[in-house]
């Protein structure tokens, strides 16, 4: 209860950013032309979409499971299955608060600790990041001619030039800090128990990140990887195709949203409402052209159904995990 009303600030601003975000996005559609656009729109290639989000989630299990079985080999895909689906269904409501949620669940069963579940959701997440860079790379590659002039003067120039000196030297501080922190609490573990609880989380911490390196299959791990982040690519097409609007768009292009969208997830608001759309529809508006009201078609459209999904998927899980308890 106690940690739960410090994380209520955290949660109170995630939610008022999101009201924010919507705001902006939403603040000036054309709801005549929103609803005629949705009119138009291709219900097949949205069961697709669907099809896609599903693989998606379904790999992401398999590549967490995988991760963890060097710590617990009897972990059952099932159980992983719904700990992931819950733990999304949480994170629509409290960004962040799912990743706690499934660790709790899969370390449950003692295979694991939650310190080693929780590494391995940190070696998840910065696989992702490592993936979002990497779909950058290749939209830019494939498409300079079209993403070049966007990307230096919208991302790479506002960026650079908000970097002040002074900036520099607050990161530098805190890399300093942060790293003399980690030394005093491994320096000191024996002699203080605080220090000494923390040196043992960052040691479980530790443990599950490295599990990557007994795993038998370790080419999996790859695997699982590319076709997640392949699924997202073909989601974001699937969603262009729905529209008669963005038909034209190609799969070079979804991989350059599917980037953008992604980089919502990473704004703490609740299931990325509002960022999502606000990005989606800034990007399909000033890099092709797009009406500010068919940009927020296609994010709503991506967004809820994805959403949708997720939360059908975790009530499912959390029924399947609770007749399981009463048996």
């Given at each position: 209860?106690?940690?739960?009303?410090?994380?209520?600030?955290?949660?109170?601003?995630?939610?008022?950013?999101?009201?924010?975000?919507?705001?902006?996005?939403?603040?000036?559609?054309?709801?005549?032309?929103?609803?005629?656009?949705l009119a138009e729109t291709r219900w097949v290639w949205i069961i697709l979409f669907i099809i896609f989000s599903?693989?998606?989630?379904?790999?992401?299990?398999?590549?967490?499971?995988?991760?963890?079985?060097?710590?617990?080999?009897?972990?059952?895909?099932?159980?992983?299955?719904?700990?992931?689906?819950?733990?999304?269904?949480?994170?629509?409501?409290?960004?962040?608060?799912?990743?706690?949620?499934?660790?709790?669940?899969?370390?449950?069963?003692?295979?694991?600790?939650?310190?080693?579940?929780?590494?391995?959701?940190?070696?998840?997440?910065?696989?992702?990041?490592?993936?979002?860079?990497?779909?950058?790379?290749?939209?830019?590659?494939?498409?300079?001619?079209?993403?070049?002039?966007?990307?230096?003067?919208?991302?790479?120039?506002?960026?650079?030039?908000?970097?002040?000196?002074?900036?520099?030297?607050?990161?530098?501080?805190?890399?300093?800090?942060?790293?003399?922190?980690?030394?005093?609490?491994?320096?000191?573990?024996?002699?203080?128990?605080?220090?000494?609880?923390?040196?043992?989380?960052?040691?479980?911490?530790?443990?599950?990140?490295?599990?990557?390196?007994?795993?038998?299959?370790?080419?999996?791990?790859?695997?699982?990887?590319?076709?997640?982040?392949?699924?997202?690519?073909?989601?974001?097409?699937?969603?262009?195709?729905?529209?008669?609007?963005?038909?034209?768009?190609?799969?070079?292009?979804?991989?350059?949203?599917?980037?953008?969208?992604?980089?919502?997830?990473?704004?703490?608001?609740?299931?990325?409402?509002?960022?999502?759309?606000?990005?989606?529809?800034?990007?399909?508006?000033?890099?092709?052209?797009?009406?500010?009201?068919?940009?927020?078609?296609?994010?709503?459209?991506?967004?809820?159904?994805?959403?949708?999904?997720?939360?059908?998927?975790?009530?499912?899980?959390?029924?399947?995990?609770?007749?399981?308890?009463?048996?």
């Amino acid at each position: 209860m106690g940690v739960m009303n410090k994380n209520v600030p955290k949660y109170v601003i995630s939610f008022i950013l999101a009201g924010v975000l919507v705001y902006f996005a939403f603040r000036s559609v054309d709801w005549t032309a929103f609803w005629g656009g949705l009119a138009e729109t291709r219900w097949v290639w949205i069961i697709l979409f669907i099809i896609f989000s599903v693989l998606a989630l379904f790999l992401r299990e398999e590549r967490w499971r995988a991760i963890i079985e060097p710590n617990d080999p009897q972990v059952k895909r099932l159980d992983v299955w719904d700990a992931t689906n819950v733990g999304n269904v949480v994170n629509v409501v409290l960004p962040g608060a799912g990743e706690f949620v499934r660790c709790g669940y899969v370390s449950r069963r003692g295979g694991i600790s939650y310190d080693k579940a929780f590494g391995t959701i940190v070696l998840e997440r910065i696989c992702d990041m490592v993936a979002i860079l990497i779909l950058f790379v290749l939209a830019l590659t494939t498409g300079w001619s079209k993403f070049g002039s966007f990307f230096m003067e919208q991302i790479w120039r506002p960026a650079a030039s908000g970097m002040s000196f002074s900036a520099w030297w607050l990161i530098a501080g805190a890399v300093v800090i942060i790293g003399g922190g980690i030394w005093a609490v491994f320096r000191y573990r024996d002699s203080n128990k605080v220090f000494g609880k923390i040196a043992s989380w960052f040691a479980g911490l530790g443990a599950g990140f490295a599990s990557i390196a007994h795993m038998k299959r370790k080419w999996l791990f790859v695997l699982y990887t590319v076709g997640i982040w392949t699924m997202y690519v073909l989601m974001s097409w699937a969603g262009f195709k729905a529209l008669p609007m963005l038909d034209s768009l190609t799969f070079t292009d979804a991989l350059f949203i599917s980037a953008v969208g992604n980089i919502a997830s990473v704004i703490p608001v609740p299931g990325g409402i509002g960022a999502y759309h606000y990005l989606i529809a800034l990007t399909l508006q000033n890099l092709y052209g797009a009406s500010w009201d068919n940009g927020i078609l296609y994010a709503t459209l991506c967004h809820e159904t994805h959403a949708i999904l997720i939360i059908v998927l975790g009530i499912a899980s959390y029924v399947r995990i609770t007749l399981a308890k009463r048996r």
